[in-house]
């Protein structure tokens, strides 16, 4: 099963731009992740953010969180061509498996 | 940290083999693991949970009797692919969770990408 949808599906932007991904889910969590993955690797843990926080910051990446609408958005800022890659956020219940979103895949051009 | 480690990485089989793809958390115990499976340019799909010493639980729509876990000790879980078919192609990812660690800590294997010819 599939609890999120990420929007956009794909982003290219330039070096330097601040990229911005949403993801949306549909029932209640413990958590949301957000995790990288490069082409045809695994995955690279981002962040987390548990269900009564808001916002969270780590380095240039910054996550919110409105459990009243049942979203997340997570912002790259100053963007590398390292940056590259496709992210997924994660829900998770309390000890449950996570369940990924769709995944945006973005492309930054130096 | 703690670290997953996946074998084999890469494995090209003919249709009709079956192919064992073994996860172990090295350094860690875990009672609990789970298996996804990711096609090209889509998202991870969760395939079961694996618990030590108990039957996996499987995601609807995946056959129990085609990928068959086995889940005998606290660092290792094995999923077999059973007879395998090109449409079974799919790159495939464990996860663990550490039994004394926070219950929403999951540590990923770095994924076994399956080919069958």
């Known amino acids: 099963s599939q609890q999120g949808e990420e929007d956009p599906q794909a982003l290219s932007i330039q070096e330097g731009e601040n990229a911005t991904m949403n993801c949306s889910y549909k029932t209640s969590i413990n958590n949301l992740q957000w995790y990288r993955q490069n082409s045809g690797r695994g995955l690279v843990h981002l962040i987390l953010?548990?269900?009564?926080?808001r916002e969270k910051h780590s380095g240039r990446l910054r996550v919110t969180l409105d459990t009243s609408k049942k979203s997340s958005s997570l912002l790259i800022t100053a963007s590398r061509a390292a940056d590259t890659a496709s992210y997924f956020c994660?829900?998770?219940?309390?000890?449950?498996?996570?369940?990924f979103g769709k995944g945006t895949t973005l492309s930054v051009s130096s | 940290g703690a670290v997953v480690s996946q074998h084999p990485s890469r494995v090209i089989c003919k249709s009709g083999t079956s192919v064992k793809i073994e996860c172990r958390s090295l350094?860690?115990?875990?009672?609990?693991m789970f298996w996804y499976r990711q096609f090209p340019k889509q998202s991870l799909m969760l395939m079961a949970t694996s618990n030590e010493g108990s039957k996996a639980t499987y995601e609807q729509g995946v056959e129990k009797d085609k990928f068959l876990i086995n889940h005998a000790s606290l660092t290792l879980s094995t999923l077999t692919v059973a007879s395998a078919h090109p449409e079974d192609s799919s790159f495939y990812i464990c996860s663990a969770r550490d039994r004394r660690g926070a219950p929403d800590t999951q540590y990923f294997g770095p994924g076994t990408r399956l080919t069958v010819l």
């Open positions: 953010i548990r269900s009564n926080e």
């Open positions: 350094d860690f115990q875990a009672t609990t």
């Open positions: 994660a829900t998770d219940g309390v000890g449950t498996a996570l369940i």
